[in-house]
């Protein structure tokens, strides 16, 4: 494994960690975390992937340009990629800044196909990168976490090809 690759591991994992958390408080209704964390999964795993892609990535740089770095993994990814991400994940920075910050008289649009959205983006991420090694999303789903699989697996239709993608399949134990 090269540094790019374990850089990209380290960012995946990082953006998992949220992506968990955001599954987590949408299925308790808990909308305002829930936005922000989705947000942060999103872009920390679009850092992970242009980390992979683009030996020039700088993830401080980028900031927290989501529409920016979703035109970057066009132009970087090889072969073309097909992801998209709902402008509402982005659309005035809402779910990144009028979630944390009250007073701001936007408010915080929620979709109720938000958690479909989501896992749809997550999967179509991961799937832009070839290495996938040791990741904390290859643990949860050989089953190593059963509370974290039982929260990834909840609804979730991207479960069978992220599976499939990643050559990984339950360990029962």
């Not at 795993?45 to 993830?59: E, G, H, V």
């Not at 936007?106 to 896992?119: A, C, F, T, Y």
């Amino acid at each position: 494994m090269d540094a790019r690759e374990e850089d990209y591991i380290v960012w995946q994992n990082r953006a998992f960690g949220f992506y968990l958390a955001s599954r987590l408080l949408i299925r308790y209704s808990l909308l305002r975390p829930a936005t922000f964390s989705a947000n942060q999964a999103i872009e920390l795993l679009m850092k992970a992937t242009l980390i992979y892609w683009d030996r020039s990535f700088k993830p401080r740089e980028a900031g927290h340009g989501i529409a920016k770095m979703l035109r970057m993994i066009k132009n970087k990814v090889k072969p073309n990629p097909t992801v998209a991400v709902p402008s509402y994940f982005f659309h005035e920075r809402r779910y990144l800044i009028n979630t944390r910050y009250p007073g701001t008289g936007q408010g915080v649009p929620v979709p109720w196909s938000i958690l479909h959205d989501l896992d749809r983006v997550f999967a179509d991420l991961v799937r832009l990168v070839p290495f996938q090694f040791n990741s904390d999303l290859i643990h949860v789903l050989r089953g190593r976490n059963k509370y974290f699989l039982r929260f990834l697996r909840h609804g979730n239709r991207q479960m069978r090809p992220l599976r499939k993608f990643l050559k990984t399949q339950l360990r029962v134990s």
